[in-house]
């Protein structure tokens, strides 16, 4: 395990950004793995939707660690968004991230936002923080804070003072979905840990991010709403008798073996 540790964190290099796609079940992960890429994410809005479950009111525990077994035998690396730990006590949540790391979980993402609309005091998250990694050394522990997303007051401020504090708990990643791109080369200067950010539509690739010294990109909910999208435009097209003009999907015996395969 030491040595998939050791492979995960190698895949995050400034200036070379691990594209990091998240998956939220069985088939979405083993599809993404056997498109070639070294590693895969869940995201907790997708496994939460596919549950009938609301994101990030701590609904998912159960389901999210469901999933990681599941995927156990997936040919890549495996990180798991685990919204805020699922509970307050720190012991419980690094509890949680060592059944994971027992199921073969290399990384894990930790957020501060709260249902609220609040983040979550910094000292709580670091405390959170330097319990799984006294726990799991060897587990990637990807810190995010919500301060752009949750529209606090002076955002940049508020992101260097946790990626200070996250940084001192042992954190060894540091997310921050919704920072302006012109902010991102002062963040990766500034947070003394790899840089995560998130790919958006429209906005600059992984390439250009990793110009400006980002370390990984993900896709976050990105795919699952994608192809939630796409079955609802071709259900759309073949109510209106029209051509939906999507690329042909997977075949019926190409998802079968795929299944079959890594099976659990």
């Known amino acids: 395990m030491t040595d998939r540790y050791r492979a995960f964190r190698d895949l995050h290099r400034p200036g070379d950004p691990l594209l990091l796609p998240n998956a939220w079940d069985h088939a979405s992960a083993t599809a993404l793995a056997e498109r070639g890429f070294p590693a895969i994410g869940t995201t907790s809005l997708g496994v939460a939707a596919a549950a009938g479950r ?92 919500d301060a752009w997303w949750l529209h606090v007051a002076s955002p940049l401020e508020e992101a260097r003072r946790r990626a200070a504090a996250y940084r001192a708990a042992g954190a060894d990643g540091f997310f921050v979905p919704g920072a302006p791109d012109d902010l991102v080369g002062l963040l990766v200067a500034e947070a003394g840990l790899p840089v995560n950010v998130l790919y958006r539509p429209g906005g600059p690739d992984p390439a250009a991010l990793g110009r400006l010294g980002a370390a990984r990109v993900s896709t976050g909910s990105l795919l699952f709403r994608a192809a939630l999208g796409a079955a609802l435009h071709l259900a759309d097209a073949i109510a209106a008798g029209r051509d939906a003009g999507l690329p042909a999907p997977p075949g019926y015996d190409e998802v079968q073996e795929r299944t079959r395969r890594f099976a659990t």
């Open 54 to 145: 609301p994101d990030a009111v701590r609904a998912t525990r159960a389901e999210t660690l469901e999933l990681a077994y599941r995927l156990r035998r997936l040919p890549a690396l495996l990180t798991v968004d685990i919204e805020d730990g699922f509970h307050d006590d720190p012991d419980e949540v690094a509890r949680y991230v060592g059944e994971l790391a027992a199921l073969g979980v290399v990384g894990v993402n930790l957020e501060d936002g709260r249902p609220d609309g609040r983040l979550a005091p910094a000292e709580h998250v670091a405390a959170v923080i330097a319990a799984v990694r006294a726990a799991v050394p060897g587990m990637f522990v990807n810190a995010r804070t």
